[in-house]
């Protein structure tokens, strides 16, 4: 490991927590790691990748919600994005996984040689990719810092066999249904394993707005404001009404606001475009 910058910040994640923990106190054991942080879904992971930099991913393929090759096609597209090693149970992935740019293709149980391979090969692509000037310390990050890629632009959704992607720019509307969400779409009603307070994490910044316990709503899908037979609110689209409760109806007509104030409003036509 010489002529190489010691000390890799690490990510581990897997949502089977006995594989996780495993993976993390290998890689803790491995001389170069100097850091080891966990996540127990894709998710999550995103979320801390998008406030803290890490040298390296080391990840899981099968699980809810978002895949491991997905959350890695989305870090592909950063300036500086981590390298990535994919570390799963199944050899049918590997062709997709190198071809995302992923460095290594551990199966499960992981051998200690074979990852020392990969962090051989991480050490050596990452001391190339790390900015020149030191991170400034006490959590104040350089404006070179991690950006944030554009979260979940689209989900898959399993039917029949096949997986089929579901942009975001399609759903006008979200509907809680249990642990899983129905996406409303010009095309039809699509069901997706997530919960819809997960979901709102992640589309309120682009364009979403949470309205009721049970419901989410494009705000540029929203056509006009109703009232219901019993006094409530209804937020129309084209593909139905929505329900408003009272706690949210102010910052929906804020956000509606704001949107018609950018010429946004009944920009919905617009949303399935690329």
Avoid: N
Wanted: proline share 7%; with cysteine; charged share 25%.
């Amino acid at each position: 490991m010489a002529g190489l910058t010691p000390g890799l910040r690490v990510l581990a994640v897997d949502d089977v927590r006995a594989a996780l923990d495993e993976l993390c106190r290998l890689l803790r054991a491995s001389p170069e790691v100097a850091e080891v942080a966990a996540a127990g879904d894709a998710l999550s992971a995103l979320k801390m990748i998008e406030s803290t930099r890490f040298d390296a991913v080391f990840l899981d393929i099968s699980m809810p919600g978002l895949t491991g090759l997905e959350l890695a096609s989305l870090l592909s597209k950063l300036s500086t994005p981590p390298v990535i090693v994919f570390v799963t149970a199944y050899e049918g992935h590997a062709i997709t996984a190198y071809g995302i740019g992923a460095v290594d293709y551990l199966l499960k149980p992981v051998r200690p040689e074979r990852l020392a391979a990969a962090l051989t090969r991480v050490a050596r692509l990452a001391d190339t990719q790390r900015p020149a000037q030191p991170e400034p310390r006490g959590g104040d990050r350089a404006e070179t810092g991690p950006q944030t890629p554009d979260t979940m632009p689209a989900l898959p959704v399993e039917a029949d066999g096949r997986t089929r992607y579901i942009r975001r720019a399609e759903v006008e509307f979200v509907e809680a249904h249990g642990d899983y969400v129905r996406l409303h779409t010009g095309s039809g009603v699509h069901l997706v394993r997530m919960p819809i307070s997960r979901l709102q994490e992640y589309w309120e910044p682009a364009g979403f707005a949470r309205v009721h316990r049970g419901f989410l709503v494009a705000v540029d899908a929203v056509r006009e404001l109703r009232s219901d037979s019993v006094g409530g609110m209804l937020a129309h689209t084209e593909l139905g009404d929505v329900p408003v409760s009272r706690r949210h109806a102010r910052e929906l007509r804020e956000r509606l606001l704001q949107a018609a104030r950018r010429g946004e409003l009944g920009a919905a036509e617009r949303r399935g475009g690329p």
